[in-house]
Structures are given as structure tokens and as C-alpha cells.
């Protein structure tokens, strides 16, 4: 069964960084898209940042310029989300997203969209 797995948040004072990871387990997957998104308490889950099959991205205003998102290329359904310069306003669950096609046999795909369960992400002196 196709899954995300997801890493790396925790606690972390104003102004410090994280890393988080997003593995897609399970072979035979090939995305569209892998997104990061988080969402505050009591708040809407918004989209952070994007990277395509191609390699180009795309970040929300709020975290252009502090974080970055890339793929391993060693590990082709792995993705992070490196984040600097963390505010206390950044402290919510992120939650990794992808779209894209699982063979399920020679002649056929079939469409997934997943979601990892979640890390917290908290900033805070």
C-alpha cells in the first residue's frame, strides 16, 4: 500500500530551522506534485510549498525566502522541506500532500492522492 511518511518537526526557538522529510513508501509511484501544507489551530490548512515532476516549485508569500523545498534525487519520492529563520507564526501540523499514478500492473495506473499523517511544528523561546 502507497503511504507518506513524515519526519522532522519539533520544537525550535524564533529564528532557528528545521528540516522535514516525506517519503513516499511503496514502489511503482510516480507523482504529479508533492506539497507541503500546514494548518494552526483553529485554522484553515493552507498550502506551503510545491515542487513538480519537473523540479520547479512554488512557496506561499508568507515563507518565500525562508524555506525551501527539494526532492532527494537519490531517493526520487523523497522530498524535504527545509525551514530558516522560523517565527512563532509558523507553529502548526504540516502535513505532506501528493498527487500522481500508481502502476498497478503492466497495462494499468490508477490516480492517488495521499496525505501524511502529520508533524507538529511548534516555535517557541
Known amino acids: 500500500q502507497v503511504r507518506l511518511v513524515e519526519s522532522g518537526g519539533g520544537l525550535v526557538q524564533p529564528g532557528g530551522s528545521l528540516r522535514l522529510s516525506c517519503a513516499v513508501s511503496?514502489?511503482?509511484?510516480?507523482?504529479?506534485?508533492m506539497d507541503w501544507y500546514r494548518q494552526a489551530p483553529g485554522k484553515q490548512r493552507d498550502l506551503v510549498a510545491t515542487i513538480l515532476h519537473n523540479n520547479s516549485t512554488n512557496y506561499a508569500d508568507s515563507v518565500k525566502g525562508r524555506f525551501t523545498i527539494s526532492r532527494d534525487n537519490a531517493k526520487t519520492n523523497t522530498v524535504y522541506l527545509q525551514m530558516n529563520s522560523l517565527k512563532p507564526e509558523d507553529t502548526a501540523v504540516y502535513y505532506c500532500?501528493?498527487?500522481?499514478?500508481?502502476?498497478?500492473?503492466?497495462?494499468?495506473?490508477?490516480?492517488?492522492?495521499?496525505w501524511g499523517q502529520g508533524t507538529l511544528v511548534t516555535v517557541s523561546s
Open positions: 511503496g514502489s511503482n509511484f510516480t507523482y504529479y506534485n
Open positions: 500532500h501528493t498527487e500522481g499514478l500508481e502502476a498497478v500492473d503492466t497495462y494499468t495506473d490508477r490516480f492517488l492522492e495521499l
